[in-house]
Structures are given as structure tokens and as C-alpha cells.
């Protein structure tokens, strides 16, 4: 009897194992993308193919034509998107519902400068799914995070000497394959980084430093750090937060 | 009964913990996987063919080895946090680096960030200019010394092997076949 009961009892370790394993392995199901700011349904299997509106190209830079011929250029930005070009149904909306008006036209070269130095600076990081909402680490943080970076980063754009250096105001080729492969977490932190960028806030009180680190940094530059956010994942691994200073 | 609710509850608690990402980690670097690392520094700079900054006018960048071959000194703290460790060396054209790298199981390294945004002073992966010169001096003092050597000409094969290499790393990408879309679909 007392076998059988210690037979049962690690029958049920090893099913509580297996969930746990599973629970950690499991790729996060995702049934939606946020495209132009707005949730949009994914039907399964449609965005890759889809999203392929970029290309690797030479040196040249020459604009291409998608195969749905939607004119993009280098600039991954400098494409009109619509729901319909994502495969895409906008929630509880008509198909093929324009988001233009919710991206960067080529009529606003800086806010593409400002969503691609936002993105360079922080596309790599990932909220963690198991904060709450809110709290540090958060999908609600990262968006912030983002929001003060495009504080500061338009700041040093604007400034005299826009030259400082931060993070290019142009995608690297990686992103470009990632979005050419339907990335959806890349397209959704671009799309973020969009929305930080219109946020017009002030949230920093005109701070005009930041820095991402392994760990929250005491000062940056001698000056006392004023925001902090994180811990995020970083997507090669390891934890990242986000450090502001005057 | 006790005795297996308890082993029970015990195992459940010890399978959980990796996963709750409080607790640090602290490993050693071994030296496989110190030669993990050099490896895929020099395959990165292969694979954004990044050799021929290495040898500008005046003199190439580290000791000279032949007139088309360098060995560039690396720098590597041997402790790993949390999978995560840290390398400074010279990555042309940007100058002196430090670098995140990541350890995977199997010793697979994996280079942190993007060379593309250039390392700058905002973020984790930046160019050592930036840092305080005493630190940096310290951390070449106190890590392992290590090194990796770039050759100005790898041959066709040398470089599908970099490729082939960068993929597995990079989750696919590798910037080589990027730039050369055309070379890399002919068939080998």
C-alpha cells in the first residue's frame, strides 16, 4: 500500500514537472498585432507573408516595390500601411481600414528619425508578461520607458549639437529581416516606438540624458538619476533597465 | 504519506525556481567557451565584413602577424551573471568596445546588441571612450586575456562557414547573406 502511495506521488511530481516545463516553454500565443496604434486580429498564418513590404537591397538604396506594389523605400518607415496590407481584420471594423494616418509619412522625416532612434534604443527590450500592469517591467513601462527616451532623444535631435551621440535614426539591416519575416514583437515595438514618439509629453522634466545598463545607474554624467524602468528582458537574454538623469 | 507530499512539494519548488529570475547567478567562464567567444567576435567581423578596417594606412589595428593577418588582443571578465558575461576589444571601425555576450547551453555564444547602432554611449553595449579610464583599465587588468586573429582576405569557404555559423547564433540572420542576397543563393 505504502508503494502504491509513493508510486502516486511521484507519478504526480513528474505531471506537475512536465506543466511546469511546459509553462515555461510554451511560445506566447498571439492572436493580435498593434499596428498604427490600434489592436488588429490576426488571422493564423496570414501576417508573414504579408508584412514582407521590406527587402534587402545593396548599397544603392534604391526604393523597391512590394508584391502588392506599395512603393517602400529603405527607410522601413516609409511605407502606407493598411489593415488590408497586414492580412489583417481591424477589430470589430471593415476590412482594409487605413492606418496611415497613424504612420510616419515621408512628409515627416523627423518623427521617422525619432521612432527609428526610439526603436534602435529600445527594440531589443520585452516587457515581462508576468508583471503586473503598471509595475515595473510591465508592458505599461516599457511604454513609458520608450516615451522618455523620445522625450530626450527629440531633445538631443533639436538640439545645437544634434550630433551627440545616441542610437542611428535609421533601422539596422537585422530589423529590416526581422520585420521581413513577420516578426510580430519587432513590428509591435516599432509601433510603440511611433506612439512614443507622438506623445508630445514631458514626462522627464526636460532630462536630456538616459541609459540602458544591466542595472539602474546611481548618476549618469554626475547627475543624479531622476526615472528608472525595468527590469525588461532583453530578447539575447539577460535583464535590462532604463536610467534618466537631468 | 508525508514523506512523498513533502519530496513532492520539495521538487515542485526546486523545478520552479529557475524561473522566477530573482536569484543570481555566478559561473566561471570556461576556456572552451573563452574560445566560443573568440570566435564569434571574429565571425561577426567577418560576417559584416568589417576585416578591412583592421588594416588601415599606417599600420594594422593590433599585433601584426603578416602583412594580411592581425591578432587583436580580448579582454574577458570570467565571471558570467546570470548567462550574461562581458568583453572589451577592438571592433573596427568603431574602436574599442565593450561588449555583452550571452552563454548558451552546449557553450554557444552569442554576441549582445547590433553593431549597426554603433555602440553608443546610451546603451549596454557601448565604446569604452565613453567609459571612465580607470575602469576600463581595471577591467584589462583584472580579466582573462585572450585574443582573436582577422585575416584581410578569408577565402569564399571561410566565409560560407562564418555565415553558416552567424545563423545559428542569430536566430537566422547573418549580415553577409544580407548585403549579398544574390551570391548567397547560388548553389554551393
Known sequence: MARCKLIASSLLVLVLLSLSAAAQS??????????????VDLAPGTISPRLKLYSSV?????????PDEHLCTYSANECNFTAEDSGIRAEGEANAETTQSQTPGTNNPKEVELQDVI????????????????????????????????????????????????????????????????NKDVARAL???????????????????????RHKFKSLYGRKGTMYFGPFHDVTGGRRYLTVAP | MKTPIFVSVSLVLIASLPSSGQGTTKIRLTPSETKA?????????????????????????GDVISESRTRVPLYVDPVVEDGEGEAIYKLMPYGEVLRLFHVHRGGKIVLDGDPELGFPASQPNRKTVYMEDREVNR????????????????????????VRRQKQRTGGFSAWEFAHPKESKKPQ
Open chain 2, 37 to 61: 567567444l573568440a570566435q564569434a567576435v571574429q565571425d561577426e567581423i567577418y560576417d559584416r565584413e568589417y576585416q578591412g578596417y583592421f588594416f588601415p594606412e599606417g599600420g594594422p589595428v
Open chain 1, 26 to 39: 510554451e511560445p506566447i500565443s498571439e492572436q493580435y498585432v498593434y499596428f498604427g496604434g490600434k489592436r
Open chain 2, 139 to 162: 577591467m584589462k587588468r583584472d580579466w582573462l586575456k585572450s585574443s582573436f586573429e582577422i585575416d584581410l582576405s578569408p577565402t569564399p569557404e571561410a566565409i560560407q562557414d562564418v
Open chain 1, 58 to 66: 545593396d548599397d544603392d538604396r534604391e526604393p523597391f516595390a512590394d
Open chain 1, 191 to 213: 509601433d510603440d516606438s511611433l506612439r512614443a514618439a507622438r506623445s508630445r509629453s514631458n514626462t522627464t522634466n526636460d532630462a536630456m540624458h538616459f541609459r540602458t545598463g
Open chain 1, 119 to 182: 526603436f534602435n534604443e529600445t527594440g531589443g527590450l520585452r516587457a515581462d508578461p508576468k508583471a503586473k500592469p503598471g509595475s515595473p517591467g510591465s508592458t505599461e513601462n516599457l511604454h513609458d520607458a520608450r516615451v522618455a527616451i523620445a522625450e530626450i532623444a527629440e531633445r538631443v535631435l533639436g538640439s545645437s549639437h544634434p550630433e551627440r551621440e545616441q542610437a542611428p535614426h535609421s533601422l539596422t539591416h537585422e530589423t529590416v529581416r526581422d520585420l521581413n519575416a513577420g
